[in-house]
Structure formats: structure tokens, C-alpha cells
């Protein structure tokens, strides 16, 4: 296992094609592992069963429908050095860095601007103390409680952090009982040492070596912008500038927001790299709001493709609905933006831990059809052929590539 980032990319500095690949011990071998045909197992008898089954001895590829969310976490540590080489290793063609900024304004890969406390082991080493909500213990109804976050702290001391699995015990009463909260469907194997914790500039020498292309998710801030004077335009144009000064071109990258005002910035600020921006959709969180119902939205499809938006992306839920007499089928929403010309991603697969109980969150407007983990093979089917979705974010990238490497997607 690589100690750190930092040794990778010293590593790469030989600057050779065969250095980069020694390093990385990437090439150009795409390896699946066992999940995609346990899955494919578990599916029902059927042609879409029979035809993923005939490829079973296909050499898969790497492709741009296959995208790595936060690397590999199904079993790695997100937003690491060896999460991301884990998902290009699964044929992932692009990979994302979720992006915050430290106190000294530089800017990071993770999730949340608040989530140190349940990604890293920040509460076990003397950084704690820069806490806005010190480590808290459960006692009675209350849960244990803790607040971490990267504007509370310098990069140099950002990259003293461990990386590990996101979770917390909210029954803990000390901190190791609260850092050792790791869902029993995931795994801590490879979170026992320096997988690699990662600043945005990072993300991007790594990216490029492994051959992915990039999709960084400008994230909501914890603090109140301006901070220190720096503005949110100021936030999404630093994001930009890092992509223009590695010499990326505006092709390989799909900037991401859930707030509107962002892509609409990039759309005017950066046009080259506002064109292939990325809207997350986040309108579930409204009330009454409906995939099914168009007068529930708060834009139309039309009224976002006026706006100069190319890309949305909802979670899967929000594309597909049930049908008793076809199973599973586009909804009103992934129907009418098809319809407005708007090209959709969406997210995230293998996130959801095992399905037999419905799948949980991801699942939801499908939740009666959704009794074994075979379902996700058929709900990946119907957001390729029928939602025609341009790329899946998953957890677990192998699955999806391996969909898209039996159907001939690129």
C-alpha cells in the first residue's frame, strides 16, 4: 500500500508513461473481481440475466459511464490515493473529488466541508481541540455527538490526518467506540493504515495518471461566505483556475454543484467549462415535491435547458418508477428531461448495503421491486437503454463497468 499522496507523486515525477503505470501498478488492466457475477447470481431468470452471463469472459474496459463516487468506498477509505487507484483499477473513467477549502483557503477532497469527525481520526490526535462540536458521549436518548471540520484547520495540518471509513457509533461513550462505526456491509481492511488522504491538486496529478477523466463537486460551504473574504464566485472560479493551470483541458472535466447559482456562475464565467457543468438535483428535499408530478417542480426541464444547463443529475430513484405490468420504467421527470434535450448522470449505486429489504434511501420509488441485489443489474438496464443516462456514479465501480463493458457503452 502506498504510505501517502505525497510519495505517489514523487513516484511520478520520472515523468514516463512506465513510471506513472509503476506507481500506480495501473496499466492498462482493467480487473472486475467477483461482485459483478455474484450480482448477476442473484438476478432472476430472464434475457437481460442471459446476455450479462454470456460476457463473462469478456476483457472489460474502462469507461466514461462508469464513474468512480469518492473512488471505491464501498470497502476503501473515500477520497483517497487508494479508493480512487482501487475504481480506475474497475474500469472507472472518471473520478471525483469532492471539494472544500481549510482554513488557509486551499482547497481538499472531501465529502462535506463538516465531516473530519466521521472520516478521519481527527478526534484521536491533538488537532480534536479545533473542533466546533468537541467529541460528546451518548448517554440516555442522546446519541454521541461531535462536529469536525476543514475550515477550522490549516492544509499542513489537513495532511497530518488518517483517512477511515465514514461512520460513527452513536453509541459511543469514548472516541475510539465512536470512530469504530463502520457499517457490518463494508469493511475496515484497508482503512488500518495512510491510504492516502488527498488535496484537490492532488486529485488531479492522481486522475491524470491513472487515465480518468475528472468530475469535482464544488461543495456547499459550513461557514458563512464571504470567509476571510473569500466569496463563493471566488470559491467556484479556484476550482476552475486548478484545472486550467494542470493544463486540463475543459473537455475531461464535469464540474458538479447542488447549487444552481454555481453552474450558472461557470456557464458565464467559464463557458468552456460551464458547457459540460453538472446540476445536481437536490429538489426531493422540498415539500411535496414529486419525480411523478411536473407542477411540483421548482424549474421545468425546459426552464433548465433555457438556462444553459447541459447536465443534470438526480439520484436513481428520482429517474425510475415501478410498473405492475413492465417492473421498473423511466419516471415523469427522466422523461421530460430527455424530451428538453438535457443529458442526465446519476447516482449512486452500491451504496445502499444488501437489498433484500428493499434497498433503503436509493430505492425508494422502486422499494416493491427491489427483493434481491440481482435488482441492480436490471435498474442499471433500464437508466442505460431506457432513461439513457450519459454515466453512473457507484460505489463499487466494477458493477457498472462490467454493464457497460458487455453492452458496448463507452
Not at 469504530?180 to 486529485?203: F, K, N, P, Q, V
Not at 437489498?355 to 441485489?373: N, R
Request: glycine share 8%.
Amino acid at each position: 500500500m502506498l504510505r501517502s499522496a505525497t510519495l505517489l507523486f514523487a513516484m511520478l515525477g520520472a515523468g514516463s508513461a512506465a513510471a506513472e503505470r509503476a506507481a500506480t501498478g495501473q496499466g492498462d488492466v482493467i480487473e472486475l473481481g467477483p461482485r459483478p457475477f455474484y450480482l448477476i447470481d442473484q438476478m432472476v431468470e430472464g434475457p437481460l440475466k442471459q446476455e450479462l452471463m454470456a460476457c463473462m469472459g469478456q476483457t472489460p474496459r474502462r469507461t466514461l459511464f462508469s464513474i468512480g463516487h469518492r473512488g471505491a468506498p464501498l470497502q476503501f477509505p473515500e477520497h483517497t490515493v487508494a479508493s480512487n487507484v482501487a475504481a480506475a483499477r474497475m474500469g472507472a473513467g472518471i473520478l471525483e473529488c469532492d471539494v472544500t477549502f481549510t482554513r488557509d483557503l486551499e482547497l481538499v477532497c472531501r465529502h462535506a466541508q463538516n465531516d473530519l469527525h466521521t472520516t478521519t481520526n481527527i478526534l484521536a490526535t491533538p488537532l480534536a481541540e479545533t473542533c466546533v462540536v468537541p467529541f460528546t458521549p451518548a448517554r440516555g436518548e442522546a446519541p454521541a455527538a461531535a462536529e469536525c471540520r476543514t475550515s477550522e484547520i490549516t492544509l499542513a495540518e489537513f495532511r497530518k490526518l488518517t483517512p477511515k471509513m465514514d461512520a460513527a457509533n452513536p453509541a459511543a461513550t469514548t472516541v475510539e467506540e465512536y470512530l469504530d462505526g463502520t457499517a457490518g456491509w463494508r469493511t475496515d481492511l484497508y482503512a488500518g493504515e495512510d491510504t492516502g488522504i488527498m488535496t484537490h491538486a492532488d486529485s488531479i496529478a492522481l486522475f491524470k495518471s491513472l487515465g480518468a477523466k475528472f468530475t469535482p463537486e464544488l461543495k456547499s460551504p459550513s461557514v458563512d461566505m464571504p470567509f476571510k473574504g473569500f466569496t463563493q464566485e471566488a470559491y467556484a472560479q479556484k476550482l476552475v483556475d486548478a484545472y486550467k493551470a494542470a493544463g486540463i483541458p475543459p473537455s475531461d472535466v464535469w464540474l458538479q454543484s447542488f447549487n444552481l447559482s454555481d453552474i450558472l456562475y461557470w456557464i458565464e464565467a467559464e463557458p468552456e467549462f460551464g458547457a459540460q457543468a453538472v446540476y445536481l438535483m437536490d429538489e426531493y428535499r422540498l415539500d411535496g415535491y414529486s419525480p411523478m408530478d411536473p407542477a411540483t417542480w421548482p424549474n421545468t426541464m425546459e426552464e433548465l435547458k433555457a438556462m444553459g444547463i447541459t447536465y443534470i443529475a438526480p439520484p436513481t430513484w428520482m429517474l425510475v418508477t415501478s410498473s405492475e405490468d413492465d417492473g421498473i420504467v423511466p419516471s415523469t421527470l427522466a422523461l421530460e428531461a430527455k424530451a428538453a434535450g438535457l443529458k442526465i448522470i446519476t447516482w449512486t449505486l452500491e451504496r445502499s448495503g444488501p437489498l433484500a429489504a428493499g434497498g433503503g434511501w436509493y430505492y425508494q420509488s422502486i422499494s416493491d421491486l427491489t427483493t434481491s441485489d440481482g435488482v441492480i443489474y436490471e435498474l442499471i438496464d433500464v437508466l442505460a437503454q431506457d432513461v439513457k443516462v450519459e454515466g453512473i456514479f457507484s460505489d463499487w465501480p466494477a458493477t457498472v463497468t462490467y454493464y457497460a463493458s458487455c453492452m458496448g457503452l463507452d
